[in-house]
């Protein structure tokens, strides 16, 4: 099973509001990933956690907080988000001897 | 940073037809991912490939890495509609663990 479930499916939300993503998985993985992808663009890396400790952070605006609950579980948090954080939101996880990452279905965010 | 080159930007095949995509990139490659995305959706893992020379395949699909470990190229024998969509390559950083880079991908479009 290589399984990485999101959601929600789909989020609007307005700019002074505050929300969550969440994504799991079942695989055994110890590294997780947050990856923000805009239209026609592929995905750009947001967060690492490795063994439920942030490893990566890629300079992303204070507005996301990420958090890594357990090892089966990743959460982005979204606060005073901006129109052009507006995105397909992509988390995927992988063993942990870098390897392939399994991506899951994506969060689409609409920021009003 | 890595960089990434995938070639074609797009490409429209007839049912039946083959095809191939390349990525070449700007320093030797450690791992190389290719995944295919359908428009807002996930990434479907497709191949990983490490050894200089390596080649592998998965049903209609085949991957190679060169020798010199600079340039994939996975091509699609007798594509079929289900064969539609957009390959992404990925390759891993050789200085940080868990960086995975993307090529900016290559629109495939299957026509009957």
């Known amino acids: 099973d290589t399984e990485v479930t999101q959601t929600p499916k789909h989020l609007v939300m307005g700019m002074t509001n505050k929300k969550s993503l969440k994504c799991e998985q079942h695989m055994g993985h110890r590294a997780m990933y947050w990856y923000k992808q805009k239209a026609k663009k592929p995905p750009e890396l947001m967060f690492v956690?490795?063994?439920?400790?942030?490893?990566i952070n890629e300079s992303v605006p204070s507005r996301f907080s990420p958090e890594c609950p357990n090892s089966s579980l990743l959460n982005l948090h979204l606060h005073a988000l901006q129109p052009e954080d507006s995105a397909l939101y992509l988390c995927?996880?992988?063993?942990?001897?870098?390897?392939?990452?399994?991506f899951g279905p994506g969060t689409r965010l609409l920021v009003l | 940073s890595q960089e990434l080159e995938q070639s074609p930007q797009s490409l429209i095949v007839q049912e039946g037809k083959n095809l191939t995509i390349n990525c070449t990139s700007s320093k030797t490659l450690y791992g190389l991912y290719w995944y295919k995305q359908k428009y807002g959706e996930g990434l479907i893992f497709l191949m990983m490939l490490q050894k200089g020379g390596e080649e592998k395949s998965h049903e209609k699909i085949t991957a190679k890495l060169d020798e010199k470990k600079q340039q994939s190229s996975l091509h699609i024998t007798a594509s079929q509609p289900s064969h539609a969509g957009i390959y992404l390559c990925?390759?891993?950083?050789?200085?940080?663990?868990?960086?995975?880079?993307f090529g900016a991908g290559t629109q495939v479009v299957v026509t009957p």
């Open positions: 990925g390759a891993d950083s050789a200085d940080s663990w868990g960086k995975l880079q």
């Open positions: 995927a996880s992988s063993g942990e001897n870098q390897e392939t990452q399994y």
């Open positions: 956690y490795s063994y439920e400790k942030l490893s």
